[in-house]
């Protein structure tokens, strides 16, 4: 009862109960909006973000499965299933039977993916820098943490 007293009075004041203005997921938004025109303007090759992850995460981490993958880049199983059919049709990634387990299949970069990879790596680094430009080092920081504690 006291809530919606308070909030009565907040609109009779002129602010209302809830301002999109001041939500966590709104303000998340924009930045991944930010980020994400950063992003298309400076990769340097016609890349989605989705795709640059499986990419940029085969380099780090070698052949492993689709699901796997999914798993490591926080996409569900239909995303990483498509990202992996349009990376594999441009020859940046392909197919093999995993040795260990033969119903399972393993992700790799192909010598194309890989050297894309690598030729990649200095452009994304240089996106996220310009995404946290605004902050200083210690924002900078501070922010990592924090994102990294609500993940």
């Not at 939500?23 to 924009?30: A, C, K, M, P, Y």
């Not at 950063?38 to 795709?51: A, E, K, M, V």
């Not at 796997?68 to 498509?82: C, W, Y």
């Not at 990376?87 to 093999?96: D, K, Y």
């Amino acid at each position: 009862m006291a809530r919606s007293v308070a909030a009565k009075k907040n609109v009779r004041q002129g602010k209302p109960p809830y301002v999109l203005d001041e939500q966590v997921g709104f303000i998340l938004r924009q930045v991944w909006q930010r980020h994400s025109s950063i992003f298309s303007r400076d990769i340097g090759t016609n890349l989605t973000p989705t795709q640059w992850a499986a990419l940029s995460k085969l380099a780090e981490t070698g052949p492993c499965s689709q699901n796997q993958l999914g798993r490591l880049t926080a996409m569900d199983v239909a995303t990483i299933k498509g990202v992996i059919d349009r990376l594999t049709a441009r020859g940046l990634t392909e197919t093999s039977q995993d040795p260990e387990d033969g119903r399972r299949l393993l992700v790799s970069l192909t010598r194309a993916g890989q050297q894309l990879a690598e030729k990649l790596a200095p452009n994304a680094i240089a996106i996220t820098r310009e995404t946290l430009a605004p902050l200083d080092a210690k924002e900078r920081e501070l922010l990592m943490a924090l994102l990294n504690k609500l993940r």
